[in-house]
C-alpha cells in the first residue's frame, strides 16, 4: 500500500476549474492519494466523474452524511484522513462543521464561512480535536511571498511604518451596467456570497496577505466601499484605512470595477530600514528596497532565499513555476493524438522537431570548426 | 475502468525533477494513469519509488526490455499505450527505438538522440509506425507562445524579415573557471552529453522555437562558438547566423556564461506589417508591435486568442499560470501537519485566517455603513 | 532686437536645482530671453550669478520692490514681461502679489502660497488684472499625461467610476527617527512650510493630477494623516478618501516615509469603458486597458496620440526626452576641456571615436561583401 | 563679461531638432554663451533665425570661411571658442578640418566623416593642434552608462568573457517597402550618407558604446548584413560577430527593419563575476547581475553611484531626467498665453490649481484633525 495520505473531495467534479486547481496541486509533491469524495449532487454523475478521473467508484458517496458514515465504517488504516472541500461558499460551513466534529482533517476554499458567527463556532469545535485546518489562501503559498515574510520576521525591514495593499480587478464591469445581469450574478447576490461581494471575494485576500506577511494584527478599520446601481447595493468595490499600531498606519484597496484590470494583487511593507513589495501577477519577483542602496529584486530557488521559501521552490531559478503547465499542455495534445482526437500539429513537438535539432546542433559545431563559414540546413 | 491513457514512464525515479514536471503534467487535463514502468536502474528501488508514488508494483520492470515482454503479454486494452522517456541523454535513442519498433507511442525527452544520424534512423522507424511521437520541448506548451505562432500563420506580421532569439544562461560560470569542476560536469564531456554543451542543450531550444513560431525552416547557418579554457573545448557560448530566404536574415545567440542571467531566453519575430516579441521568463505577456500603432500586450485566456492558445489555458486572466505550484505548496503543508512532521506555520492558512477574514469582511461593511467610522478587530 | 518674450526671475541663484530647471525649460522652445532679476538677497551675490549665466547686470536688482520700481521706468518695449517665482515658498504669496497688482505676468513655483485665505486674495487680485499666471505643477507637461488627459476628455474610458494616485517616497525616513534632525528640517516645521508636510508637498500634486486628468472636481475628502515622532506631528504621511460624485469615489496616497521609494507618483482612472494608468518614474508609457481587448500601451510621438500631446513632444518616438540631459553632460565635458579644468576622459567621445567608428562602418561593409569573413581591426 | 565660453554653432537652423538639442544642452550648466555662427546656407534666413533665438546678428556669417575669417579678425578674449558642426553628414569633414587648421575647439555631430579615409586625415590635424575635439555619441552622456563604464573598470564584473549590443529600431520599413520611398530617402543613398546605412546610423552608436564600457578595443569582426530589395542594396540590418580577445567574443545587431522597435537599443557585458545590462529606453536604469545574489538595480544620483555618474545628474534620484522637458512644455504653454496665441487650458495650471491645491491641504489637515471626517470642498 502506498504511503500517501488518503484523500478526499467533496465537489469538485465536471469542468470545475478549483477542481483541477486542488488536484494537480495535491499531486506535486507526491504526498495524496485521491480515494473517494462525492463530487457532484448527483450520484451517477459523481461515480462517472471518478472514472473519468481514473478512482474507483467504491468510495463515491451521494452526500456529506453518507460520506462520513461510510468511511467511519473503514479501518482506521483505509480511511480517508483528508478533505477538501470544493462546493459552492454557502456549503463551506456546514461540511467543515461535520467533517471537523466527525475527526477529519479539513483542507477549505475560501471563504471559510458565510458570517463570522459561523467561523466563531467552526473554532469552537476545531479547538475541541486535533485535526489539521487548512485555508486555501493560495497567494500565501508562492516562494517570494514566504520569503517577504521571513525577511519581514527576520528584521530585515525594521520596525513596521506603512502598509499598503492593493486588489484590483475589473472583472464585474461588464456586468454591473446591465440591470439583468447584476441582479442574476451569484457574487452579487447576499444570499448566495454573503454580506459583501469584493470585500469577501478579494479585499479578504488582502487583509490575510497583510496579517500574513506583517506577522502583525490589524487592530482597527475605516470603510468606505461603493456601489453603482441602487437596485443592487452589494459592495463591488473600497477602500479601508487602518491601524496596526499608534504610528502605524496603511490602507487596502479593492475593487471589481477596476475596468480592464485582471488580478492585480500587489502589496507593500515599508519598515525603519526598508520596505518591501510583491505583485501577484508577477510573482517570482521580490523588490526589496533599502535606503541608500541600489534596488535588490530577489528571485526563487536562490540560496539566499528562507528555507521556507526554498522549500515552496520546485525549479531552478529562471524557470517560471508556470513551467508545469506548458508541459501539462503538451502532455494534452498527445493525450489527443493517441486517442485519435482532432489536434493541432502545434499542440506537441515530434520526430520531425528532433531531426532538425540534432542536425542545427552538429551544423553549428561543423561551421564553427571549419572557420565560420555558412554551411545549408536540409 | 477508467478511460484515462495508460501511461509508463522510463526513468524519472527519486527526486528527479524531470519525473515531477511529467507527473504533474500528465495530471493536468486528467487525460493520463500512470500504471507502470522502470524508475530506476535498481528494479528495488524502482519499486520502492512506485510504493512511494501510490501506484502497484505489479507492473514495475526491470529494464525496457523486461518491460516490452511484460506489456506486450498483456491484452491490448490493458497494455500501457505511451511511455515517458526520462533517462539520461544517451538512452533516449535506444530505448525511443525499441519502443517505437514495438508499437508503443513516445514522449521523450529532449535531445531526441545523441547524433543526427541516430535521428534519421529513428525517423525512417517511426514513418513504419503508426505511433505518435512528442518531444518536450516544453517551451512550445505556453499559450502565448502558440498565439505567436497563430498570428504569424494568420499574417497578421506580414511576411517575415528577420528573426532574433536568444537563450542566455549564466550556470556554468562558477563551473567553468575551476578546473577540477568543469572536467568532472557531464554536460561538458561529449561522451555524455553529445557534440555540443552549449548549442545542444539550449541553442537547440531556439532554434526549435523559432522554426516553429515562423512556420518556417532555416535554411543554411553560419555559426561562432566559444570555449574559455582549451582543455576543455565544449562551446558554452555562441552566436549563430541564420537564413530563411534570400532576403530573410536573422541570429541566434545562446550561452551559459552570462553571468548571473536565470533562464533568459526570448524570441523576436519582425514582419513586413509588424514585430511580436515573448520572454520565457515572464510567458504571460506577448509584445505586439504594429507600425504607428500602440504597442499592444496579449495576455493568456482572452476571447482574443486563438483557440490553440485558450486550449492550453486552464485559468482565468491575471492568474499566472504559477498559481498551481502555490496551491501545491499549501497542500505540502498540510501534507506536512497531517503526517505530523515539522511544518513551519506559515506553509498552510488555517483556522485563524478564517476567523479573521470573516471579522474583517463584516467589520468592513459595518464601518462604511456607519458612515465610515473607525470600527476595532478583536 | 529679438521676438522672444522678456523674462525675469526671483530667486534660483547659484547651485540653485529648481533655478537651472527652470532655466533649462525656458531655452527648450526658443520662446524666452532672460533679461533681469533678483536672484539672491545679497545684490552682490545677485550680480555675480547674472554675470556666471551671461546676461547683464544692468537689470539685477536688489529685492522685489526695486524689481517692480525699475522695470515700471522702462519702456513697455522694454520691459519684463513675466517673472518667475523661485523663492523659499513664504514669499510665493507676496512677491506674486506684488507682480500681479503692477502688471507683470508670473510663473509661480508651487505651493502658491502658505494658507488658502492667501490663495483667495491672489486670486481676487488675479481676476482683476489680465495678467497670465502660471503655476508649474510640472508633472501635466508630460506629454503622456496630456494623452491621459485627452483620451478621457473624448470618452474613450466612458464615466469615471475609480479614480487612485499614489506619491510616495522615502527621503523623510532617514531624517524622521533622528530627533535632531526632524526638528531642524525645513519641510517640518510648520511656519516655513504650512500646515502640512507630505499632504503640501506632494499630495497636493497627486490631487492636482487627479483634477487634471479628469476634469472633474474632487467633492469631499477623508483624510487619515500620520505622523512618527509626538514632538514633530507634521503629517508624512497619509490616505484621503476621495468623492467626485455620488458613486465616483476614489482614494489617494502619500508619504514620505515609504522606505525607499524614490518618486513613486502614479495615476489610475478606471470609467465604464476602460482604464488608464500611468507611472511618473516610467513618464513616456501610458497604459490603456479596455475591457476584453489586449492591453495598449501609447508613447510620445506617435500620430496617434492627441494634438495637445504631440506639441509636448520634441523628440521622434523611442528617445526618452532624457536625450537632452545626456547631450547636456557631453557639453559640460567639452566645457572643462576648453576651460582647461580637469575632466574624465569618458565625458566626452572625441576623435579616437570618430576614426574607430568609420573604421568600424567600413570594415563591417567589407567583411560582409567579402562572403562573411572575419576581418581585423586596427 | 560673462565667463562663459563662447560658443558659435554650424547648421541647426530652423526647425532642426539636432539644432534643438545642442542649445538645450550647451544650457544646461551655464557654461555656453551662443555668439555666433552660419545656421543656414542662406544668410538671410541664418540672420532671421538669430534674431529668433534672441542673439545678435552681428557675427551671423554667410560660410565657413566668412566664419573663420571673421573669429580670427576678432581680439582672442572675443573670439568664439567652441563650434558645434550640426550640418549634414557630408560637411562634418570638411567644416571639422579647417575649423581645427585654423585653432577652433569642435563639437561634431556623428558619423565624424563619410569614410575612414577622411577620418583619419583629421586625426592627423588633431594631432597637430591642441584643440578640444567632441564627437556627440550622446549616450554616453547618461549617468547609468557611466556608471556601468565605471564599474567594469573597477573589476566588478570581472575580467570580460561576452559582450552583447542591440540596436533594433523600425523606421526605415514603412519607406523600404515603397520603391519610390526608398530611392527618395537621403539615408538611403550612398553618397549622402556614405557606405552604410544600418551600420553607419546606428551600428556605429553600439560598437562605440561597447567600446566605451568596456575600455576595450574590439579586434576583428565577421558581419551580415541584409537588405531587402536588390535596387537598393544599402545595409538596413545586420548582425556583426565581434573578437575582443582570444576567448573574449560578442554579437553587435542593428536593424532599421525591426518592424515596431522605436530606439531600442540595449548593451550588455557578462564578466568573470558579474553581468551588467542597460537599455537606452529606460535609461535610468542599471541593472546587476551577480552570480548567486539578488537582481540589483542602481538608479542615478545615489551616492552609490561614482562621481563620473553623478557628475552627469542634475536631479535627486526618481525624477528622470525628462523631468527638463515637463517644466519646458509648461514655460511654452505660458508663453503661448503671453504672446496671445491660442492654446489649450491644459499646457499649464494656473490660479485656479493654486486655490484647489490650498484648499485640499488645508482640508486634509481638518478632516484628519476632526477624527478621519468627511470634507466638503468648494
Known sequence: MSNKIRWGVLGGGGDSLIGIVHRVAATMFDAYQLV???FN?????SKAFATQIGISTDRIYKDIEAFITGELALPEAERIQVVSILTPNFLHFPMAKRLLETGFHVICEKPMTMTYEEAL???TIHQKNETIFGLTHTYTGYPMVRQMKEMITNGEIGEIQKVDAQYYQGWIN???HDKEQRNATWRLMPEKSG????MGDIGVHA????EFVTGQKIKSILADLNHLYDDNQ???DGTVLLRLGEHQKGVLRASQIATGEENNFTVAIYGKKAGLKWEQE???YLTFLEDGKPIRVLKPGHSYNSSLSLDGTKLPPGHPEGIFDAMGNIYKGVAKAIRGEDFHPAEFPGMEDGIRGMQFIEKAVESHKEGNVWISLL
Open 207 to 210: 487583509y490575510q496577505m497583510l
Open 195 to 198: 454580506i459583501s461581494c469584493c
Open 174 to 176: 461588464p456586468i454591473i
Open 121 to 123: 463556532i467552526l473554532q
Open 234 to 236: 452589494m459592495d463591488i
Open 36 to 38: 473517494g469524495g462525492s
Open 41 to 45: 449532487p448527483n450520484i451517477e454523475e
Open 282 to 284: 508577477n510573482p517570482n
